[in-house]
């Protein structure tokens, strides 16, 4: 059973930055595929970025338009998610995602996910 649990959600003005992190349990951290989530308020889920278990497979959904960055320490079983010039429309519950047996290429598809954290919020003001 791999637990993921994530950190670092928080209040913050437009603009600012916030780092999310995900801890992951298993010895096999560094095959996971990851991925990041987010829901807001009256929508639906939607993939934020993904990076493969390779580290070096990395993808981001277009809003991101380059304010993100995924990243992850096989080290340390963490996955971090720094989001810069944060925007009102950023607010959400934002979710960690894993695949243990997943592709090198991480997938947008959440029901390619098979683990999930309880999500942290992301509140951003205008």
């Known amino acids: 059973q791999v637990q993921l649990a994530e950190s670092g959600g928080g209040l913050v003005q437009a603009g600012d930055s916030l780092t999310l992190s995900c801890a992951a349990s298993?010895?096999?951290?560094?095959?996971?595929?990851m991925g990041w989530f987010r829901q807001a308020p009256g929508k639906e889920r939607e993939f934020v970025a993904g990076?493969?278990?390779?580290?070096?497979?990395?993808l981001y959904a277009e809003f991101v338009e380059g304010r993100f960055e995924i990243s992850r320490d096989n080290a340390k079983n963490t996955m971090s998610l720094q989001m810069n010039s944060l925007r009102p429309e950023d607010t959400a519950v934002y979710y960690c995602?894993?695949?243990?047996?997943?592709?090198?290429?991480?997938?947008?598809?959440?029901?390619?996910?098979?683990?999930w954290g309880q999500g942290t919020q992301v509140t951003v003001s205008s």
């Open positions: 995602a894993a695949d243990p047996l997943g592709p090198y290429n991480p997938p947008t598809n959440q029901n390619e996910y098979d683990f």
């Open positions: 298993g010895r096999t951290f560094s095959r996971y595929t």
């Open positions: 990076i493969g278990w390779g580290q070096f497979s990395l």
